[in-house]
Each structure stands twice: as structure tokens, then as C-alpha cells.
């Protein structure tokens, strides 16, 4: 038996922030099936609705409570000009919008566009853009599809778009002028859930999930004498877990440590002469 629907979350419906936005819920703890075309899943043990639907409406949904909580990106957002309240930033779909314009083009920088015409998806951010650089007559034509390849046809000067890795440009013969913004996936919701508890509740396992992305766990045998060099090297959240050994001469260290610098702490440890270096990944973790 499904419980009373209790809070409504949006998530991309395709696209490269799907996947990202399923496993961060199912590491959240939520327990829901995908199922083929079907636009919704309800978490039998919540009442949660989860519903897919297009990236773009969702800043909308939310903003107008028909949703309580969205998974999008930052730029979705700002595009929209919603009031929504961004309650964390995610880490992932990490992008940036940018100018770009045929590789043989005489413009050496976006302002070399005014009086040009510029297609984009991102209409308001395009003339915010222009409009602060100074570009006047910049003509802004709204393009939802293929936008790279309206520079090849000879419709559009040049284009602002989401770039990723950059090879569709390239692929296109485009090169990127300026950088507009950066962007990721956000989480962002309404002033009154449904829910607030259940909503705080889901916001703190998230947290679990981010901060399990940003640290991973080693475990490592350190000899006794140079324990105080290693806690220096590792002196993890709040601090190491040090326990002895049969052998007095060795102490067993657990720690977190930030992922970005893992490689270079084991280098140090083993340089330090500690043995039997172990990295965990972590699933969730509440710090």
C-alpha cells in the first residue's frame, strides 16, 4: 500500500543530469523503480513522488509549488528568472555557457558580435551577457535545437551554448570566444513543501552523499615512532582513529581524507614508512 504522497521531487527526464540525479536519490536512501516511458515513480516506504520531466520546466515547477524540491542545472535557473530557494550544489553536470563562432570568423571576442545575430537556448542570459560587455544590436534568435549547427548554415554570426568536453564544437568548426557563466546541478526548492520535515530529513542524507563524493577512507599501519608525523599528514575530519597493534611497534591509523588529494597522501605515507595502505570508497557520510 502506497502512503499519502507526501513531497513532490522533478528530475531531468533525459539528458546528462539524469543519471547523476537517480543514483544521488538512490544513495539518499530512496528505494523507487524507472520504469520505461513512465513519468513518475512513488517510494512505497516515503510517500515521495519522484516525476521526470524536462530539465528546463523545472526551475518553473518548482517556483510555482507544483513541485517541492528539483534537480537541475544552476544555469536552468538563472535562465528562468524564478524565485527558488538553491539548497545545495551538487557536484556533478558541471558545464559552462559560452560565446562561440565559426574558426574562421573575424571576431576575436564576443564584443565583436554587435549588431550581429546569436542564436541561443539561453536567451535571457545571452543579452544579460552582451548587454553587460557593452555589445549593442545584438539580435538574439532562440534556437531549441541544434544550435552549433546554424553557425555551418549561415543563420546565425555565431551562438551561445552549453560546452561540456568542447568536442561538439570542434566537430562543428567552432571555437569558443568568451565564457558566460559556469554551471552544475543544483537542488533547488519552494518556500512550503508539502513536507518540511521530510524535506529536511532528505536534505540531510544528501548531505551524507556530498560529502561521501569529497572524501574517501584509508587505513594504514604506521610505525609507533612516527605516528605524530602521519597524524600531520592525515589529520582527517576531526581526527584519526589510532588503535595499537599485537606488535607495539606498529599502530592501525583510520582516516578521512579528501579525495582530490588521496595519491599524494599515500606517496607521503609511504614515504613516512607506512605499510599496508588501504582506500575505501564511500557511500554515505554524515560529518
Known sequence: MIPDERL???????????????????????????????????????????????????PVLVAEGVVDLGITGSDQVLEKRVDVVEHRRLGFGRCRLSVAVHKDAPYASSGDLAGKVVGAKFVNLAKDHFAAIGAEGVRIVEIQG?????????????????VETGNSLVENDLIE???????????????????????????????????????????????AARIEEASAITPGFS????????????????VLVEKATTQRVIDALEALGCVAILETELRHARL
Open 177 to 223: 570566444l568568451e565564457k558566460v557563466l559556469d554551471a552544475e546541478a543544483v537542488l533547488i526548492g519552494g518556500s512550503t513543501p508539502r513536507d518540511a520535515e521530510l524535506r529536511d530529513q532528505l536534505l540531510r542524507r544528501i548531505d551524507g552523499v556530498l560529502a561521501a563524493s569529497r572524501y574517501t577512507l584509508l587505513e594504514y599501519n604506521c610505525p
Open 239 to 254: 581526527s584519526p582513529t589510532i588503535t595499537p597493534l599485537q606488535d607495539a611497534a606498529w599502530l592501525s591509523v583510520k
Open 8 to 58: 513532490r521531487i522533478a528530475i531531468p527526464s533525459k539528458g546528462r543530469l539524469r543519471d547523476a540525479a537517480l543514483e544521488t536519490l538512490e544513495r539518499a536512501g530512496l528505494r523507487f523503480r524507472v520504469s520505461g516511458r513512465r513519468l513518475f515513480s512513488v517510494c512505497s516506504d516515503t510517500g515521495i513522488r519522484i516525476i521526470f520531466t524536462n530539465t528546463a520546466d523545472i
Open 146 to 162: 541544434a544550435v552549433e549547427v546554424m553557425v555551418l548554415l549561415g543563420l546565425v554570426d555565431g551562438i551561445v551554448e552549453i
